[in-house]
């Protein structure tokens, strides 16, 4: 049986990895093994990194219907009990939108609810 010689693959192995680390300085950018580290380091922490930032965003969206419920004379929960048992589906993203720039109707939502 004749050997295989892994030249092709292997270098396009190794260049998928050296593609990603280009922007990193010294062996991190240029030898394989180092950059090998750093890139799944990186791919890893930004993985991490989107999570934080669908919980951050999810934060912000709550302070800001809270702000807005308050202005109403109620709380954020009492709010969101009250949609829940009228059944208005409405998601956070669209409540806080509402509350940021078209208070009249969320004002509107808020009288639906109780």
């Given at each position: 049986m004749s050997r295989v010689r892994r030249g092709f693959k292997a270098r396009q192995r190794r260049n998928k990895i050296l593609k990603l680390?280009?922007?990193?300085?010294?062996?991190?950018?240029?030898?394989?093994?180092h950059a090998s580290e750093t890139?799944?380091?990186a791919l890893h922490y930004a993985f991490i990194g989107r999570r934080l930032l669908k919980r951050d965003i999810r934060?912000?969206?709550?302070?800001r219907i809270n702000a807005g419920a308050r202005m109403l004379g109620?709380?954020?929960?009492?709010?969101?009990?009250g949609l829940k048992k009228?059944?208005?589906t409405i998601n956070?993203?669209?409540?806080?939108?509402?509350?940021?720039r078209d208070f009249s109707t969320f004002k509107a939502i808020h009288e639906a609810t109780k």
């Open positions: 680390a280009k922007g990193y300085h010294f062996d991190r950018r240029t030898k394989f093994k890139v799944r380091r934060k912000l969206w709550i302070v109620t709380t954020y929960s009492q709010f969101i009990s009228k059944d208005i956070r993203k669209m409540l806080a939108e509402l509350a940021v």
